[in-house]
């Protein structure tokens, strides 16, 4: 499914200087040089449904746990090894994530299955990569398991993240700087078989520059997402853009959106400076749950041209979606966001 390339940086030559530019590391190699230069800096801050921060990853802690997880995948699996992640929306995607890029391992990041049909989509892509390893959480209970082998495909190892992060500490290992292939990509298969997409490091590289080109990010804007970390928008604008430019990024679960919309936007305006995805149907669902108290204030409060006019659009669009009840309004969105 495409070419390998990688080389291995020496242990001990993690980078204390900026000899290399955002263009050509890779991302583990970004968070081990910012690890060193501000390792007290929050990168990525969880919040739960009131906004309670919950869990902080420094940029020091993160790649600690990264370290950690990387040095028991590379007892387990060889360099280019597919690795499907089914996480829940938590810390631990994004420190196993970074995991797989920095062992010059394919991370194949895919929704936890909710029911008969999610099996039947990750049993497909399991044997689409020939995936070695299944990461996942005993919080999603056994069924996050793999189903057996199928079409001459070995079924995967399935390891769960809560092992991984109590096993004993190991070795420091050295991270693989991979210039070819480093995810897969793939649709949710909600109305066909899942269809995968091949990201290699200079792909991810151009995105985030063009990403960056067009917001105008630097290390003093601030993200805010909710979107699901399977999907390409959540993934790379909402967790990987915040590490490529180092800004630190808020981070509400796709469910406590649904649960609370008003929140993320009450989240984005006590941000001096923001950088914040927006769509049109949770626009949508924020304003008509009437969670928005001041609009004025909130312009005044400096939200970009580009809220205001879409909260504006859809506070008087005919054409914004009618529910005859919240919970109504929350199914429809549920859909449209995990499917």
Known sequence: MGTRGSDEEPLGERMTHDSKTKADESLVHSLSRRSLATPQSPIYQYLDSDLNVTHSWTYSSLYVRVQHVMTHLRRRSEMGDRVVILLPHSPDFISTFLACLGSG?????????????????????????????????????????????????????????????????LSPVALVENRGLIYL????????????????????????????QDFEHDENSVGITWLPHFHDMGLVYGLIQPLFNGFPAYILSPESFVRRPGNWLEQSLASEALTVAVQTLPLSFAVTKRQILNLTSAWLLGVPHFVEQKLSEHIHSPASPTCTSDTALEEVLSTQLMD
């Open 105 to 169: 391992l394919i991370a194949v990041p895919l929704q936890a299955p909710r029911s008969k049909t999610d099996h039947e989509g990750i049993d497909a892509v399991i044997r689409d990569t020939a995936a070695r390893l299944v990461i996942t959480s005993r919080t999603l209970g056994g069924g996050s398991r793999p189903q057996s082998s199928t079409g001459g495909v070995p079924t995967p190892i399935t390891l769960f993240i809560e092992d991984l992060v109590a096993a004993p500490p």
């Open 185 to 212: 990509q793939y649709t949710s298969g909600s109305t066909t078989r899942p269809r995968g997409v091949m990201i290699e490091h200079a792909q991810l590289m151009a995105n985030l520059r063009s990403i960056d």
